[in-house]
């Protein structure tokens, strides 16, 4: 339970930072720590050097503007939590960080230390995900943005590559009038999810709907099928009931100690239909 | 086999500046315990579960085994041993000693750490709110609720008033 030994580095520039990870494929970003440091400890990773990205404080930060919202990568879940700028457009930050960990490690952790890392049960990567979030991704000659949808690839892969870094997470405004839901079932606070769902709605121009399920094994996962129950149900508690059924006829859960894939796949249409409620109600017009 | 890198470092902890020079993969738990002999700070699981070794890290709770000691070179961190003061105890060492907050002991530093910066800024807890800002403390012993009325006392001591 001790991290093996490795080169230690502590830029305070990106630059140094990219300069590091461009030279050594072996490297590995240090973010937040709350995945990686336990990863260390059970020497799953074998990093020949670490790279620890906590004192580039250009990469935190969040900034708003008409376009959208800009979250640095190293980003505490906990200052994400509580700014008032992204509660007031973006509510599903805060309503999912409430279910990441503890105050404890909200404290270290960071929003794009958890979406590299992409747990395929954890919450932020399915938040992305509903709001259309854009990551920017950079290496030492150039950068690249990638939408969430390409970003999250499978359990625990991102389209990340050697040599690049996450260093920014763009939000686009959402639709006018738009109301957000999120729900969670977890055995435990703070747990990793059985199954939760993140949704966004709204009625503006032809109508808007994200429906995401994660906890099912691989992932956040867009439920097109759900998505059009809504927007065909004109938000009705109809609509919200085929959502539901949509999301459990669309999830491949798995098997495992947490639960039974039955459970798993009932439970999501559950949470999505329990987040469809809740958002429409928050919705306007 | 790669052999570890040292650097020297220098952290304050309990208001008292510590230099040493340490392997890069050592732990911040490790370090607390067995460089500077702090041994309050307790260790559970290593692996971020079980929030016996949490410290304050510049004022806010963190999982001291989660965190590297070349971290927190230049950091301000404090332990269960600054808590009391002297032989007077914290309004939380008082509670948890009033409502047998306690049993094995284990998890108790860990548990006062998160709640003295708990209730630094949130005076008036509910008991639901109490219980979530427990969560990421696991105790084997108590079952909780006698835990739960400790905190709850300590904040009504701390703001001035005798439950």
């Given amino acids: ?285 | 086999m790669m052999s570890s890198e040292t650097r020297t470092i220098r952290v304050t902890i309990n208001g008292r500046a510590f230099g040493r020079t340490i392997e890069t993969n050592l732990l911040l738990s490790d370090f607390i315990r067995h460089e500077v002999e702090l041994t309050g700070t307790h260790v559970g699981c290593e692996h971020g579960v079980c929030g016996a070794c949490t410290i304050l890290f510049e004022g806010k709770p963190a999982r001291s085994c989660l965190m590297l000691a070349v971290q927190a070179d230049g950091a301000r961190i404090e332990t269960i041993e600054s808590l009391a003061d002297g032989e007077r105890l914290h309004p939380l060492q008082t509670a948890f000693a009033e409502n047998h907050g306690l049993q094995c002991g284990y998890c108790t530093p860990g548990i006062l750490m998160t709640m003295k910066a708990y209730l630094a800024e949130t005076p008036r807890p509910t008991e639901a709110q109490v219980r979530e800002a427990l969560s990421g403390n696991l105790c084997r012993c108590t079952g909780y609720q006698q835990i739960v009325e400790a905190v709850l006392q300590a904040a009504a001591l701390m703001r001035g008033e005798r439950p």
Avoid at chain 1, 208 to 237: C, K, S, Y
């Fill in chain 1, 1 to 285: 339970m001790k991290p093996p030994p490795f080169a230690y580095r502590d830029p305070t520039t990106l630059d140094d930072a990219l300069a590091l990870l461009a030279d050594d494929a072996e490297a590995r970003p240090l973010a937040g720590g709350q995945s990686l440091m336990p990863m260390l400890n059970f020497r799953l990773v074998r990093p020949s050097t670490v790279v620890d990205l906590n004192r580039i404080s250009a990469l935190a930060g969040i900034a708003v503007d008409r376009g959208g919202a800009t979250i640095g990568a190293m980003t505490r879940q906990v200052d994400a939590l509580r700014a008032p700028v992204l509660a007031e457009q973006w509510p599903l930050i805060r309503m999912a960080l409430e279910h990441v960990g503890h105050l404890q490690t909200r404290n270290r952790g960071t929003i794009g230390g958890s979406l590299a890392h992409n747990d395929p049960a954890a919450e932020l990567p399915a938040v992305m995900l509903a709001l259309d979030a854009r990551m920017t991704v950079q290496r030492a000659k150039g950068a690249r943005t990638i939408s969430a949808q390409e970003f999250f690839v499978s359990s625990l892969t991102t389209a990340i590559v050697a040599g690049e870094l996450l260093t920014a997470i763009h939000l686009p405004s959402p639709p006018p009038g738009a109301g957000m839901g999120f729900a969670e079932l977890a055995r435990r606070h703070g747990d990793f999810a059985l199954a939760a769902a993140a949704i966004v709605v709204s009625r503006a121009g032809a109508g808007h709907a994200r429906v995401v399920v994660t906890g099912m094994g691989d992932g956040p996962q867009r439920i097109p099928a759900a998505e059009a129950a809504l927007l065909n149900g004109r938000f009705g508690e109809a609509a919200i009931a085929e959502a539901g059924a949509a999301a459990s006829a669309a999830v491949s859960p798995i098997d495992d100690l947490h639960a039974p894939a039955w459970y798993r796949r009932k439970i999501a249409g559950v949470m999505a239909a329990r987040a469809a409620r809740d958002a429409i109600g928050r919705m306007a017009g």
